[in-house]
């Protein structure tokens, strides 16, 4: 999630930092190159322009050149207009009765994944969410939107076969939604390859009938300057409410989502982070300036724990590992939960001061597979007691799970460590510490 612009960012910070005193030059240069990191990172170049100009304005004040950590000052001050840049505070969805969101965009951005996940998403907040399939065109596309409402569990409208007129179906899908109890209907739309008249024509039809409360943009973050450019089209002919990036979790500049808000003035108001239609997060500007900074976001970690553990269960593993009877089964469970929480990536993402630390760890999310491969190869004896998998048992468990009996070797090797790890306080404190700087630069197992 704005990878490079985070790397390029904290570094730039860092030489700040380590000044004791700061120089008018000492800020132009390091505003030099967050300049260039944002360009690099496909930022609108007015936008950045603007930005720079906003934030050196501030940080050549005498309360910062004067400051006894003017580093940490200018840190500060590039924070917040950062998360102003990204949209101030965050801006909820107007879901009051009728609760109507039209979902818009090009083919290929992720709008039928989205609104999906925006219904999982509302569900999830105790509302009950309809889905309405408005995509006449694309092929498959209102299969794909029921085989989604089906896996989720959430009704599904779907217009007849060789139906062509989407106010049509939105008259008969309102009229269908007063039997089906819902609060709040999601409309997925038609796109293209890019805007056309024909597309926009569509759109204005449909929004002049439905008057939504809510339009959203759904835009893939990783199109770059494209995406700001189809913003601000769509914008200035249907009028937009917000924003919805996909593909947040990509390794893609990033820059697209900075200058999207800044062109439309309307607020990011949700984020794809994955392929799960779990995936899917409330955008908060403070809180992913904060990430972007490498400040981490302990909020959204809290949050993401409290949804994906089960107390009791954390409490149950507490205890084996203080009474060092932790077993391949509750390693196996550990394992799961951090899948729910997003991977082991996306959780030190946003532990605060793992930015620096991460450049140089491998958290290679396919060799936790294989790590889990290993374990479910295991007998259920073997798992309780590791110590009685010898020679014939690896070789058994090397060929069920597709691995070679090095791999094996290594990872009942590294946990029988973590086990000893478990039975001293001092260790188990120091392994923590280690967490961002274990050898080789690679997480345990």
Not at 65 to 88: C, H, M, T, W, Y
Not at 106 to 131: D, F, I, M, Q, V
Not at 348 to 357: A, C, E, R, V
Not at 432 to 444: A, E
Request: hydrophobic share 40%; proline share 3%.
């Amino acid at each position: 999630m704005f990878n490079s612009l985070s790397d390029n960012l904290q570094e730039t910070f860092k030489k700040l930092r380590g000044h004791g005193k700061l120089s008018e030059k000492n800020i132009s240069d390091a505003l030099r190159e967050v300049r260039l990191a944002l360009l690099e990172a496909d930022v609108e170049f007015s936008v950045a322009k603007d930005f720079i100009a906003r934030v050196k304005e501030q940080a050549l004040g005498e309360a910062v050149l004067r400051s006894i950590k003017p580093g940490q000052q200018i840190v500060k001050i590039f924070n917040d207009e950062l998360a102003e840049l990204l949209g101030g505070d965050a801006a909820p969805l107007d879901l009051n009765s009728p609760a109507r969101v039209l979902m818009v965009g090009l083919n290929g951005a992720g709008k039928t994944t989205t609104s999906a996940k925006l219904a999982l998403h509302l569900r999830k907040e105790g509302r009950r969410p309809l889905l309405v399939a408005c995509d006449l065109y694309r092929p498959a596309a209102v299969d794909q939107l029921a085989t989604l409402g089906k896996q989720i569990d959430i009704p599904v409208f779907q217009p007849k076969p060789g139906e062509t007129d989407v106010v049509k179906v939105a008259k008969a899908a309102l009229k269908w939604t007063e039997d089906q109890n819902g609060t709040v209907v999601i409309f997925d739309t038609a796109g293209r390859q890019e805007v056309d008249e024909r597309l926009i024509g569509e759109l204005k039809g449909l929004r002049d009938f439905l008057a939504p409360k809510e339009t959203l943009l759904v835009a893939d973050s990783a199109t770059g300057q494209q995406a700001v450019n189809v913003a601000k089209t769509f914008n200035e002919a249907i009028g937009l409410t917000g924003l919805v990036l996909t593909k947040l979790d990509g390794d893609a500049r990033g820059g697209a989502a900075l200058s999207m808000r800044s062109v439309t003035s309307q607020p990011i108001k949700f984020a794809g982070v994955g392929e799960k239609l779990s995936d899917f997060e409330a955008f908060v500007p403070d809180r992913m300036a904060g990430r972007i900074l490498g400040m981490g976001d302990v909020v959204g970690l809290v949050e993401r724990a409290a949804e994906a553990i089960d107390q009791e269960e954390a409490l149950r593993m507490a205890d084996k590992m203080k009474k060092a009877s932790f077993d391949f089964d509750d390693f196996l469970s550990q394992m799961r939960m951090m899948n729910k929480m997003g991977g082991m990536t996306s959780i030190l993402g946003m532990m605060p001061g793992m930015g620096d630390k991460m450049k140089g760890m491998n958290v290679d999310e396919k060799r936790m597979k294989h790590v889990e491969a290993i374990v479910l190869s295991m007998t259920p004896k073997e798992r309780r007691r590791p110590e009685i998998i010898k020679a014939s048992r690896r070789k058994r468990i090397a060929s069920g799970s597709g691995t070679s009996v090095t791999q094996v070797n290594s990872l009942l090797k590294q946990f029988g460590q973590m086990r000893k790890m478990m039975r001293s306080k001092g260790k188990m404190n120091q392994m923590m510490k280690q967490m961002g700087g274990m050898s080789g630069g690679k997480l345990p197992f």
